[in-house]
Every structure is written in structure tokens, then in C-alpha cells.
């Protein structure tokens, strides 16, 4: 009998045991990519503090031919911050309170997450926190749906062999992706999607093809011209890619890989065609092969909004490793 008890307790506390170990793993972050949950009473979110959140977080995405938010919002009441509604990767919890406030706390109810508690007694203490943060705000989340792309990508992986070899680098690219060109010094890849396709390529010209000088852009899109010009062409007569002129193309200097690297977004045309979409080009200077190193990512879908396909293809470049 006391061999029973003894069992019937041990089965009971390992039971128990196992119950609250998987109650302290947290919960999966979900939710699309891009996408961010603001927790805001509906008397806020319809006055000015709304219109600050919408005016930093929705703003236009630079490089994009039609006005798209940067983020998507979805706006909750502050009695709704339970269930489902915690699950987002981002949340922005916004309050009047006595004491103003700003908090980020990392995998509060779910991981990967972040969540952002801003509260201030007046509208405008609230206002002028959001202002004041909003840029280290809006780089945090982005970082994270990079790493939450590159995740999703990781899944299932083009084989990339071919890249390595010809650019020594390691990339992560979708198996969606395939090969459609392969030359001495360039490579262009295609997904194929519903309304159009998306497009990476991969290139390299001697380090002193771009001059760091008062005309930097203008080096960079000549060059961007010139390999579109020879490789990436429509079915209509001397029709090429370049730059479109109409839109000034948004230029920075960052880094990828630890490297110098100039980031430019802007508007592609094919010459004597019809088609037309946005691109993001990386210039890295790479000292040690004695070579700037160039991926791009573009896209043609004219009935579609553009946002998440330059964004995917953002992660991929951005996943880049230049190997020694």
C-alpha cells in the first residue's frame, strides 16, 4: 500500500513539476510581418495623441512609387490587453497616468517581443514622449521583423552554392527564389508571385568604380544603370533598366557586415517599356577583395501594394556575410 502512495505522489509532482515548467516557457509571438498592436482607449486614439502615433508610425515608406505606412497599425482598448491581443511581437501600450513614462520591456507576455509603455499625465507629456522616441521605437521594431523574416526564410533555403562561390559570401534566400541569369560577376534571381515578381542581384565592379566625392549618387546610379542596361531588359526593342528620373532616390551611408555601405532607394523604369517599381540598392565597400559588392532588390507588381515584397528583400540582402 505505501508503494502505491509513494507512485500516485511521484506521478502527481512530475506532473506538476512539468505543468509549471511549461508555463514559465513563453508564448510564441504571431502576427504579420509589419504589423503592430496599439493598445490606446478610443477618447486617445481619436484625438491627438492617435494623430502623433499614426504620423510616426504610419508615415509613408520612403523609396515606395505609392504612399504605403511604414507599419500597420491595429488600435485595441486598453480593457482588451489579454488574450490574443498580447501575442503581437509589438505592442505600444499608451496611458494617462499621474507619473510620465517611457518602458521597453522584452518578451513581456510572449517572444520574440517588445513592448512599449508610454504614459504621461497630460496629452502633451504623452505627445512629447512619442516624439522623443519614436525613431529608437520604430528601429527596434524593425530589427525585429528583420530577424523575424530571415527566420521565416530560414525555413526553407535556396541552395546558394553558386553565390558563395562566385561572390564569397553567405546569404540566406527563400527556396521561392530561383535562378535566371548567371554570369562572370553577376547573378539575378526571380520570384514569381500573382501580380508581377520580385528580384535580387548580385554584383561586384572594381573598389574604384564609385568615387566617395560631392557625386556619390550619381556614381552609384550611373553604375546601377549600366549593369541594368546590360543584363536586365524587357521584350519591347532597346528596352533597359535605369533609374527612373522623375523620383530623386533616397541615399545613407550604414553598414552590413561591419562594412562601409551605401543604401539607395528609388524608382526603376524599363527604357521604351511600360514597366516600372521600386528598388533598394547596398553598395558595400569590401577593402579586403578590393571590390564594391552589390545586391539589389526590385520588384514589379503594378495591382499590388509593395511594401512587404521590398521588405523581404531588404532581410535577404541583409543577411549577407562576406566570408574571409
Known amino acids: 500500500m505505501n508503494k502505491i502512495h509513494f507512485l500516485f505522489l511521484f506521478v502527481t509532482l512530475s506532473f506538476f513539476s512539468c ?60 480593457k482588451l490587453l ?28 510572449a517572444s520574440p517581443q517588445n513592448v512599449f509603455h508610454i504614459s504621461g499625465n497630460t496629452s502633451a507629456d504623452i505627445i512629447n514622449i512619442i516624439e522623443k522616441n519614436a525613431p529608437k521605437i520604430i528601429q527596434i521594431i524593425k530589427d525585429t521583423e528583420i530577424a523575424e523574416d530571415q527566420r521565416i526564410s530560414s525555413l526553407s533555403l535556396l541552395n546558394t552554392k553558386i553565390i558563395t562561390n562566385k561572390f564569397h559570401i553567405s546569404l540566406k534566400v527563400p527556396s521561392s527564389y530561383s535562378y535566371v541569369l548567371g554570369k562572370r560577376n553577376f547573378i539575378w534571381l526571380k520570384k514569381e508571385i500573382i501580380s508581377g515578381n520580385s528580384s535580387l542581384i548580385i554584383y561586384q565592379v ?39 528620373e522623375g523620383y530623386s532616390p533616397y541615399f545613407s551611408k550604414i553598414k552590413l557586415d561591419a562594412k562601409e555601405t551605401f543604401e539607395t532607394k528609388g524608382t ?11 528598388f533598394i540598392n547596398y553598395a558595400i565597400v569590401d577593402l579586403k577583395h578590393n571590390r ?3 545586391l539589389e532588390g526590385f520588384c514589379y507588381s503594378p495591382s499590388r501594394e509593395k511594401r512587404d515584397l521590398m521588405f523581404e528583400l531588404e532581410s535577404i540582402i541583409k543577411s549577407i556575410s562576406i566570408l574571409k
Do not use: C, H
Open 19 to 78: 505543468t509549471k515548467k511549461n508555463d514559465n516557457v513563453p508564448r510564441k509571438a504571431t502576427g504579420k510581418i509589419n504589423t503592430i498592436s496599439v493598445i490606446i482607449d478610443d477618447q486617445l486614439w481619436d484625438g491627438e495623441i492617435g494623430d502623433s502615433i499614426r504620423n510616426k508610425f504610419a508615415s509613408p515608406v520612403v523609396g515606395l512609387p505609392q504612399e504605403e505606412p511604414l507599419l500597420t497599425i491595429n488600435q485595441y482598448p486598453t
Open 82 to 109: 489579454e488574450g490574443f491581443m498580447t501575442d503581437s511581437r509589438t505592442i505600444i501600450v499608451v496611458k494617462k497616468e499621474e507619473d510620465n513614462l517611457f518602458e521597453i520591456v522584452k518578451n513581456q507576455y
Open 206 to 244: 572594381p573598389i574604384n568604380s564609385i568615387k566617395k566625392d560631392a557625386n556619390l549618387i550619381r556614381n552609384i546610379i550611373r553604375m546601377r544603370d549600366s549593369m541594368g542596361g546590360l543584363y536586365i531588359r524587357g521584350t519591347e526593342p532597346d528596352s533597359r533598366m535605369r533609374t527612373e
Open 268 to 278: 526603376w523604369e524599363l527604357k521604351n517599356d511600360f514597366m516600372s517599381g521600386p
Open 292 to 294: 564594391i559588392l552589390v
